[in-house]
């Protein structure tokens, strides 16, 4: 089962590798003795011992980061971070550990953490040749090679970044990376940012349309979110959302269903409201204050500036969606 694992990877199936060595790792009551193996410092153990989920660290690094790229071949890259920073603490200075989360860090967005990690990847020096990876063109490379490649292709993108709808397309991408780090506050603040820089973009509008439910203005959002259906690169498909499901599909598509959730979210409101039979009242503009119907209302007063309105924040179901710009050749 372990060797399986191994010739698994060796033809880049890492799914089907982890899988056999969770297999090997069951078979836990082997008294084998290891007589040869490729890694020489495993002669003489007991095979129960490599295999097992206690056994070689290496081995544990190595299955943690077979995990990650499983989880990088479907975009899911926040789920990958969370993986590699575990094994990140197994072995600190690991470069396959390194190099995979700038990687993961380059796909949300993240060029300076990406920077950071390829750059820690590069300097441990390492001869080590990657045997699975993300790029075919890796395979037999040096990773401190591979890691330095990734670094200076990085720098060019961050000097390369003048145009708005690029700096727009990163904001988004920073944006959902951070929902799904569990940081609002931090999201909407890129999805305000990217949507001053590329404000036609369909991901800008779409995001904004998340931002406007946020704040329970449910009618500037349908008008966002049907903004985003005829916006541009409006039939680009989402690489990466809250919402995994809706990775793939367009943003025009996805826009479409959140436009339909907040008309819905609209009708499901006034029916309650209906149904209450309460007393219909006037709302101002400065902080929800409220006039009374006609048969009470008081004395005409003043009119208050006109102020932003403030609501509370509800229950979010939609999903903001991201654009990745395309990454320069590795």
């Known amino acids: ?87 990140l603490k197994l072995d600190p200075r690991n470069p396959f550990t390194l190099n995979n989360l700038g990687f993961a860090m380059e796909g949300q967005g993240d060029l300076e953490s990406a920077l950071r990690y390829y750059n820690q990847a590069s300097i441990t020096h390492s001869t080590e040749p990657a045997v699975v990876a993300l790029d075919p063109r890796w395979r037999g490379q040096p990773i401190s090679d591979i890691a330095f490649k990734n670094e200076q292709a990085v720098r060019q993108h961050l000097a390369s970044e003048q145009s708005k709808q690029l700096r727009a397309a990163r904001l988004n991408v920073q944006g959902v990376s951070a929902l799904n780090h569990n940081d609002t506050d931090k999201a909407m603040n890129y999805f305000r ?48 959302a809250s919402h995994h499901e809706m990775v793939g599909d367009s943003v025009s598509n996805v826009a479409g269903v959140n436009a339909q959730d907040t008309e819905a979210n609209l009708q499901a409101q006034a029916e309650v ?51 990745t710009v395309p990454p320069p050749q590795k």
């Open 1 to 87: 089962m372990n060797n399986l694992g191994y010739i698994s990877e060796l033809q880049g199936k890492v799914e089907r590798a982890q899988r056999y060595y969770e297999l090997a790792a069951q078979e836990n009551n082997s008294e084998t003795v290891i007589a040869e193996s490729s890694a020489r410092k495993l002669e003489g153990h007991t095979l129960s011992e490599i295999t097992s989920s206690y056994g070689s660290l290496e081995l544990q690094v190595n299955r943690g980061n077979i995990q990650a790229m499983t989880l990088l071949h479907k975009g899911r890259n926040q789920e990958a971070e969370d993986v590699l920073l575990e094994t």
């Open 193 to 240: 940012q990217a949507y001053k820089f590329d404000p036609q973009s369909a991901f800008s509008l779409n995001n904004m349309g998340y931002v406007s439910e946020a704040f329970g203005d449910q009618e500037t959002a349908g008008e966002f979110y049907n903004a985003a259906r005829r916006g541009d690169q409006a039939k680009t498909a989402v690489s990466s």
């Open 273 to 323: 409201r209906r149904r209450s039979h309460a007393p219909i009242v006037l709302k101002h503009r400065n902080h929800g204050s409220v006039t009374a119907p006609p048969s009470e209302a008081p004395a005409p007063a003043p009119a208050p500036e006109t102020q932003t309105p403030s609501y509370p924040r509800p229950p979010i179901d939609n999903a903001p969606v991201e654009n």
